[in-house]
């Protein structure tokens, strides 16, 4: 059909920018792939492929602070960093990850049109995982010291998006009021449609390859990985 069809040829062409063309969705919906039978999130051979998990370099490396950041590039361009915070619930762990974005340059800039009809901006950026820490145990005060301590350690830090489901609303709230004005601060409710959401775009963007995270000797040997 897009040998035919030139509109049709730019539709698969921006699917195939948005959901990757190693997705199972750009690949059931037009390379008629059957895929059904996976019944996985993600393939262990797409996780670790090199272009996804960095085995060498500087980026493939775990960072315990953001002052020695490699640049996104030869030009000497700077990451902008976020972190995400997941409260642990019960015998669960509280989890930050800090990750660099390109916002300066998205991989993706179009519009598309969604099921009502309307045309929206899409865009994508290319992300790098630079770190991550946990804490156990329900000492809410403690993590919440500890976590802007750690956060502190980012300067490039410019968005926290935050877990404030339940409990997580009070942490939200405190990290709100307390940052106000030196980072953004966005609370991030989970139900069971933000992680349906959120999975089905994690899995595009993994697809997409515009997600990558370190994995050298040294990083798998950590006790976090």
């Not at 602070?65 to 996104?72: A, K, S, T």
């Not at 994508?124 to 820490?133: L, P």
Request: aromatic share 16%; hydrophobic share 35%.
């Amino acid at each position: 059909t897009t040998k035919y069809n030139s509109l049709y040829r730019e539709f698969v062409e921006k699917e195939r920018q948005r959901l990757g063309e190693d997705s199972d969705a750009f690949q059931m919906s037009f390379e008629c792939k059957f895929l059904l039978q996976r019944g996985m999130f993600i393939t262990e051979q797409s996780l670790f492929d090199e272009t996804t998990s960095i085995p060498f370099g500087p980026y493939s490396e775990i960072y315990t602070d953001g002052f020695h950041l490699p640049p996104i590039d030869d030009t000497g361009r700077q990451w902008d960093v976020v972190a995400g915070i997941d409260f642990g619930k019960k015998q669960d762990a509280t989890w930050v990850t800090i990750a660099g974005v390109d916002w300066e340059k998205p991989v993706v800039d179009e519009m598309v049109e969604r099921p009502d009809g309307e045309e929206v901006r899409y865009l994508a950026f290319k992300r790098h995982v630079f770190g991550w820490r946990r804490w156990f145990g329900s000492d809410w005060d403690s993590q919440f010291h500890e976590i802007l301590s750690y956060v502190k350690q980012w300067p490039q830090l410019k968005r926290m998006i935050v877990d404030s489901t339940a409990l997580g609303e009070v942490m939200f709230d405190r990290f709100a009021v307390t940052c106000d004005g030196k980072y953004e601060v966005v609370g991030l409710p989970f139900s069971k449609q933000s992680k349906s959401e959120g999975y089905k775009y994690l899995a595009s963007e993994l697809a997409s390859k515009r997600v990558t995270f370190p994995y050298s000797l040294q990083t798998r040997k950590n006790p976090l990985f």
